[in-house]
T-cell receptor, first 112, second 115 residues
Protein backbone atom coordinates (compact mmCIF):
# COMPACT_ATOMS: atom_id res chain seq x y z
CA UNK A 1 0.00 0.00 0.00
CA UNK A 2 1.12 3.52 -0.77
CA UNK A 3 2.25 5.49 2.26
CA UNK A 4 0.41 8.43 3.84
CA UNK A 5 1.79 11.14 6.11
CA UNK A 6 -0.33 12.94 8.70
CA UNK A 7 0.45 15.28 11.59
CA UNK A 8 0.54 13.48 14.91
CA UNK A 9 -1.93 15.83 16.57
CA UNK A 10 -4.11 18.87 16.02
CA UNK A 11 -6.33 21.07 18.14
CA UNK A 12 -9.52 22.85 17.30
CA UNK A 13 -12.00 25.03 19.10
CA UNK A 14 -15.53 23.74 19.38
CA UNK A 15 -17.88 24.82 16.59
CA UNK A 16 -15.03 25.92 14.33
CA UNK A 17 -14.02 24.18 11.09
CA UNK A 18 -11.17 21.70 11.16
CA UNK A 19 -8.92 20.82 8.24
CA UNK A 20 -7.01 17.57 8.67
CA UNK A 21 -4.24 17.19 6.07
CA UNK A 22 -2.82 14.04 4.53
CA UNK A 23 0.10 13.71 2.13
CA UNK A 24 0.29 10.77 -0.24
CA UNK A 25 2.87 11.72 -2.84
CA UNK A 26 3.29 8.13 -4.16
CA UNK A 27 -0.42 7.57 -4.80
CA UNK A 28 -1.22 5.52 -7.88
CA UNK A 29 -4.06 5.96 -10.34
CA UNK A 30 -6.14 3.16 -8.82
CA UNK A 31 -5.73 4.23 -5.19
CA UNK A 32 -8.85 5.45 -3.43
CA UNK A 33 -8.41 7.79 -0.47
CA UNK A 34 -10.32 6.60 2.59
CA UNK A 35 -10.67 8.28 5.95
CA UNK A 36 -11.57 6.48 9.15
CA UNK A 37 -11.76 7.78 12.68
CA UNK A 38 -11.43 6.12 16.07
CA UNK A 39 -13.32 7.58 18.98
CA UNK A 40 -11.96 6.90 22.48
CA UNK A 41 -12.48 3.30 23.62
CA UNK A 42 -14.01 2.27 20.29
CA UNK A 43 -12.93 0.62 17.07
CA UNK A 44 -12.33 2.72 13.94
CA UNK A 45 -15.29 3.74 11.81
CA UNK A 46 -15.55 4.80 8.17
CA UNK A 47 -15.85 8.54 7.51
CA UNK A 48 -15.54 9.20 3.78
CA UNK A 49 -13.68 8.20 0.62
CA UNK A 50 -12.86 9.63 -2.78
CA UNK A 51 -10.79 9.22 -5.93
CA UNK A 52 -10.37 12.56 -7.71
CA UNK A 53 -13.33 14.82 -7.05
CA UNK A 54 -14.21 16.46 -3.77
CA UNK A 55 -16.79 14.53 -1.76
CA UNK A 56 -19.35 15.48 0.87
CA UNK A 57 -21.41 13.39 3.26
CA UNK A 58 -23.21 13.97 6.52
CA UNK A 59 -20.05 13.50 8.57
CA UNK A 60 -17.42 15.46 6.64
CA UNK A 61 -16.05 16.72 3.33
CA UNK A 62 -13.00 15.45 1.49
CA UNK A 63 -10.97 17.84 -0.62
CA UNK A 64 -8.50 16.19 -3.00
CA UNK A 65 -5.65 18.10 -4.61
CA UNK A 66 -5.63 18.24 -8.39
CA UNK A 67 -2.45 16.14 -8.58
CA UNK A 68 -3.91 13.78 -5.92
CA UNK A 69 -0.73 13.94 -3.88
CA UNK A 70 -2.54 15.33 -0.89
CA UNK A 71 -6.03 15.51 0.56
CA UNK A 72 -7.82 17.26 3.40
CA UNK A 73 -10.62 16.02 5.59
CA UNK A 74 -12.87 18.89 6.58
CA UNK A 75 -15.12 18.88 9.60
CA UNK A 76 -17.32 21.93 9.13
CA UNK A 77 -18.14 22.52 12.79
CA UNK A 78 -16.13 20.55 15.28
CA UNK A 79 -17.98 19.22 18.28
CA UNK A 80 -16.60 17.55 21.40
CA UNK A 81 -17.78 14.23 19.95
CA UNK A 82 -15.38 14.70 17.03
CA UNK A 83 -12.37 14.29 19.31
CA UNK A 84 -10.76 11.16 17.88
CA UNK A 85 -7.81 9.77 15.95
CA UNK A 86 -8.32 10.29 12.21
CA UNK A 87 -6.68 7.92 9.75
CA UNK A 88 -6.00 8.62 6.08
CA UNK A 89 -5.68 5.36 4.13
CA UNK A 90 -5.01 4.53 0.51
CA UNK A 91 -6.71 1.49 -0.91
CA UNK A 92 -5.72 0.08 -4.28
CA UNK A 93 -9.01 -0.76 -5.96
CA UNK A 94 -7.21 -2.53 -8.76
CA UNK A 95 -5.34 -5.03 -6.61
CA UNK A 96 -8.38 -6.97 -5.42
CA UNK A 97 -7.14 -6.59 -1.88
CA UNK A 98 -9.48 -6.02 1.04
CA UNK A 99 -6.74 -5.00 3.42
CA UNK A 100 -6.48 -1.52 4.87
CA UNK A 101 -3.16 -0.25 6.22
CA UNK A 102 -3.70 2.06 9.16
CA UNK A 103 -0.90 4.47 10.01
CA UNK A 104 -0.65 6.36 13.28
CA UNK A 105 -3.25 8.94 12.29
CA UNK A 106 -3.88 12.43 13.62
CA UNK A 107 -5.21 12.83 17.13
CA UNK A 108 -7.75 15.64 17.09
CA UNK A 109 -8.48 17.44 20.34
CA UNK A 110 -11.53 19.72 20.50
CA UNK A 111 -11.42 22.54 23.02
CA UNK A 112 -14.74 23.65 24.54
CA UNK B 1 -26.86 -1.71 11.62
CA UNK B 2 -23.84 -3.93 11.27
CA UNK B 3 -22.76 -5.36 14.54
CA UNK B 4 -19.36 -6.82 15.33
CA UNK B 5 -19.06 -8.17 18.83
CA UNK B 6 -16.02 -9.37 20.72
CA UNK B 7 -16.27 -11.82 23.56
CA UNK B 8 -14.59 -9.67 26.20
CA UNK B 9 -13.73 -6.00 26.67
CA UNK B 10 -10.99 -6.77 29.19
CA UNK B 11 -9.02 -9.95 29.72
CA UNK B 12 -6.13 -10.81 32.05
CA UNK B 13 -4.12 -13.96 31.40
CA UNK B 14 -0.90 -15.45 32.67
CA UNK B 15 2.23 -16.06 30.65
CA UNK B 16 2.06 -19.42 28.90
CA UNK B 17 -1.74 -19.71 28.93
CA UNK B 18 -3.66 -20.47 25.74
CA UNK B 19 -5.96 -17.56 24.97
CA UNK B 20 -8.99 -17.43 22.70
CA UNK B 21 -10.41 -14.14 21.48
CA UNK B 22 -13.77 -14.51 19.79
CA UNK B 23 -15.38 -12.23 17.23
CA UNK B 24 -18.87 -12.51 15.78
CA UNK B 25 -20.51 -10.44 13.04
CA UNK B 26 -24.17 -10.45 12.10
CA UNK B 27 -24.09 -9.12 8.53
CA UNK B 28 -23.04 -12.21 6.59
CA UNK B 29 -19.75 -10.59 5.61
CA UNK B 30 -17.23 -12.70 3.75
CA UNK B 31 -14.15 -10.95 5.09
CA UNK B 32 -12.96 -10.81 8.68
CA UNK B 33 -9.82 -9.34 10.21
CA UNK B 34 -7.84 -9.31 13.42
CA UNK B 35 -5.68 -6.29 14.33
CA UNK B 36 -3.69 -5.32 17.35
CA UNK B 37 -3.25 -1.71 18.41
CA UNK B 38 -0.33 -0.44 20.48
CA UNK B 39 0.56 3.13 21.47
CA UNK B 40 2.71 4.78 18.83
CA UNK B 41 2.32 1.90 16.38
CA UNK B 42 -1.24 2.29 15.15
CA UNK B 43 -3.28 -0.72 14.03
CA UNK B 44 -1.37 -3.69 12.65
CA UNK B 45 -3.00 -6.57 10.82
CA UNK B 46 -2.42 -10.01 12.35
CA UNK B 47 -4.59 -12.33 10.22
CA UNK B 48 -7.55 -12.11 7.92
CA UNK B 49 -10.01 -14.48 6.30
CA UNK B 50 -11.87 -14.26 2.99
CA UNK B 51 -14.14 -17.21 3.60
CA UNK B 52 -14.92 -20.06 5.94
CA UNK B 53 -11.82 -22.15 6.65
CA UNK B 54 -9.68 -19.67 4.70
CA UNK B 55 -6.99 -17.61 6.39
CA UNK B 56 -4.18 -15.34 5.31
CA UNK B 57 -1.28 -13.94 7.30
CA UNK B 58 -1.18 -10.23 7.87
CA UNK B 59 1.82 -8.13 8.83
CA UNK B 60 2.49 -9.62 12.29
CA UNK B 61 1.21 -13.23 12.47
CA UNK B 62 4.00 -14.61 14.66
CA UNK B 63 2.71 -16.03 17.93
CA UNK B 64 -0.91 -16.13 16.73
CA UNK B 65 -3.23 -18.46 14.88
CA UNK B 66 -6.84 -18.13 13.78
CA UNK B 67 -9.88 -20.26 13.18
CA UNK B 68 -12.93 -19.66 11.02
CA UNK B 69 -15.29 -22.62 11.14
CA UNK B 70 -18.44 -20.56 10.54
CA UNK B 71 -18.93 -17.49 8.39
CA UNK B 72 -20.00 -15.26 11.26
CA UNK B 73 -17.23 -16.19 13.69
CA UNK B 74 -13.48 -15.53 13.57
CA UNK B 75 -11.29 -16.56 16.48
CA UNK B 76 -7.80 -15.38 17.35
CA UNK B 77 -5.68 -17.84 19.31
CA UNK B 78 -2.58 -17.15 21.34
CA UNK B 79 -1.09 -20.61 21.77
CA UNK B 80 1.18 -19.56 24.64
CA UNK B 81 0.59 -16.01 25.75
CA UNK B 82 3.60 -13.79 26.37
CA UNK B 83 3.88 -10.37 27.97
CA UNK B 84 4.67 -8.75 24.61
CA UNK B 85 1.20 -9.76 23.47
CA UNK B 86 -0.35 -7.37 25.95
CA UNK B 87 -2.33 -5.10 23.65
CA UNK B 88 -5.70 -3.95 22.38
CA UNK B 89 -7.12 -6.46 19.90
CA UNK B 90 -9.64 -5.30 17.33
CA UNK B 91 -11.78 -7.46 15.08
CA UNK B 92 -13.37 -6.20 11.87
CA UNK B 93 -15.56 -7.53 9.09
CA UNK B 94 -16.34 -6.29 5.60
CA UNK B 95 -18.40 -7.11 2.54
CA UNK B 96 -16.82 -6.82 -0.89
CA UNK B 97 -16.49 -3.21 -2.12
CA UNK B 98 -19.84 -1.58 -2.80
CA UNK B 99 -19.04 0.31 -5.98
CA UNK B 100 -16.11 2.53 -5.01
CA UNK B 101 -16.82 2.33 -1.31
CA UNK B 102 -15.05 -0.19 0.84
CA UNK B 103 -15.85 -0.25 4.53
CA UNK B 104 -14.58 -2.34 7.37
CA UNK B 105 -16.77 -2.54 10.46
CA UNK B 106 -14.97 -2.82 13.76
CA UNK B 107 -15.82 -4.32 17.10
CA UNK B 108 -15.19 -2.45 20.36
CA UNK B 109 -11.89 -4.21 21.05
CA UNK B 110 -10.52 -6.50 23.73
CA UNK B 111 -7.83 -5.15 25.99
CA UNK B 112 -5.64 -8.14 26.84
CA UNK B 113 -3.11 -8.03 29.64
CA UNK B 114 -0.62 -10.88 29.98
CA UNK B 115 1.14 -11.01 33.35
Amino acid sequence: DAKTTQPNSMESNEEEPVHLPCNHSTISGTDYIHWYRQLPSQGPEYVIHGLTSNVNNRMASLAIAEDRKSSTLILHRATLRDAAVYYCILRDSGAGSYQLTFGKGTKLSVIP
Amino acid sequence: DVKVTQSSRYLVKRTGEKVFLECVQDMDHENMFWYRQDPGLGLRLIYFSYDVKMKEKGDIPEGYSVSREKKERFSLILESASTNQTSMYLCASSPPPQGTRYEQYFGPGTRLTVT
